[in-house]
């Protein structure tokens, strides 16, 4: 079975672009998830999305906003890119929301910002 | 938010069982403890996790105290291979339509030595 896919691998962009991230979850996860990796503040949940719709998200600016399509599929964008949005985003995904269940990771998609 | 508490980094010889400590004492009844780790700049990858018992898996042991407040994760023969940054981390129930997020800690950075 395939893992988690996210694509791009690698972004660059400059200050006051936009940009979108895609995530694949394993077949028949319905449940994805986003968190952001930066060195000064680890990781943090960005938001969750569970059957197309968003059941929550986490302290970060209206400029990050996400999506899920009907093959439970994701995307995430930020618009109005800031030097501080570079980092690793993580794309996770687990058959459902109970609190027992694995979550498992994509590779996750290195942005830089310029 | 349920807050782990590790230590920043450790260091044990190849073949010897590693024993990573993590601090919860605030998790309440439901929330589970997952581990993960991370190599650089890859997604974290699932170890194992648990609520209240002791657990085994083909990877790892977690053993969790009866109040619950800490655990820790066992690696019985380390290898240079497990050399990462280890993350304990609860997995926080939102109150509402199932929404859930894991709230990571600073992770501890494991050195395997030869």
């Known amino acids: 079975k395939a893992g988690v896919t996210q694509t791009p691998r690698y972004l660059i962009k400059t200050r006051g672009q936009q940009v979108t991230l895609s995530c694949s979850p394993i077949?028949?996860?319905?449940?994805v998830s986003w968190y952001q990796q930066t060195p000064g503040q680890g990781l943090q949940f960005l938001f969750e999305y569970f059957s197309e719709t968003q059941r929550n998200k986490g302290n970060f600016p209206g400029r990050f906003s996400g999506r899920q399509f009907s093959n439970s599929r994701s995307e995430m964008n930020v618009s109005t890119l800031e030097l501080g949005d570079s980092a690793l985003y993580l794309c996770a995904s687990s058959l459902g929301t109970a609190l027992n269940e694995k979550l498992f990771f994509g590779s996750g998609t290195q942005l830089s910002v310029l | 938010d349920a807050k782990t508490t590790q230590p920043t980094s450790m260091d044990c010889a190849e073949g010897r069982a590693a024993n990573l400590p993590c601090n919860h004492s605030?998790?309440?009844?439901?929330?589970?403890v997952y581990w993960y780790r991370q190599i650089h700049s890859q997604g974290p990858q699932y170890i194992i996790h648990g609520l209240k018992n002791n657990e085994t898996n083909e990877m790892a042991s977690l053993i969790i105290t009866e109040d619950r407040k800490s655990s820790t994760l066992i690696l019985p023969h380390a290898t240079l291979r497990d050399t990462a940054v280890y993350y304990c981390i609860v997995r926080v129930a939102m109150g509402y339509q199932g929404a859930q997020k894991l709230v990571f800690g600073q992770g501890t950075r494991l050195t395997i030595n030869p």
């Open positions: 077949s028949g996860h319905r449940s």
């Open positions: 605030t998790i309440s009844g439901n929330e589970y």
